[in-house]
Nanobody
Framework: QAQVVESGGGLVQAGGSLRLSCTVS????????MGWFRQVPGQEREAVAC????????DYIDSAKGRFTISRDNAKNVAYLQMNNLKPEDTAMYYC????????????????????WGQGTRVTVRS
């Protein structure tokens, strides 16, 4: 059974940076795409970024392009989300998750395609 643990959230001023980490155990990390998502209370969970199992392909929502970078280290079973130039609207609980289908050619930004989720790490951006 996969276990997913996020870390790295915190309070930051607008324009600042944070790097989130996602440590995965109990599953074939190197065979699975990974996704980062976020959720604000009262709103639906939205995708932020995804990365294929090899790390060769990534995808982002428009608001993250040019500011966020998703990466992974398959030797350490860790995925990262580097967030630069943070804005107050980035304030949310951030989650990572493992794709339910191994060896996917392209990663997906559909939350329903992900099956193992962490408890989240909170990001607060102060204006």
């Amino acid at each position: 059974q996969a276990q997913v643990v996020e870390s790295g959230g915190g309070l930051v001023q607008a324009g600042g940076s944070l790097r989130l980490s996602c440590t995965v155990s109990g599953t074939r990390f190197g065979a699975l795409a990974m996704g980062w998502f976020r959720q604000v209370p009262g709103q639906e969970r939205e995708a932020v970024a995804c990365i294929t199992d090899s790390g060769r392909s990534t995808d982002y929502i428009d608001s993250a392009k040019g500011r966020f970078t998703i990466s992974r280290d398959n030797a350490k079973n860790v995925a990262y989300l580097q967030m630069n130039n943070l804005k107050p609207e980035d304030t949310a609980m951030y989650y990572c998750a493992t794709d339910g289908s191994p060896w996917r050619v392209d990663c997906t930004l559909r939350p329903s395609d992900y099956i193992a989720w962490g408890q989240g790490t909170r990001v607060t951006v102060r204006s």
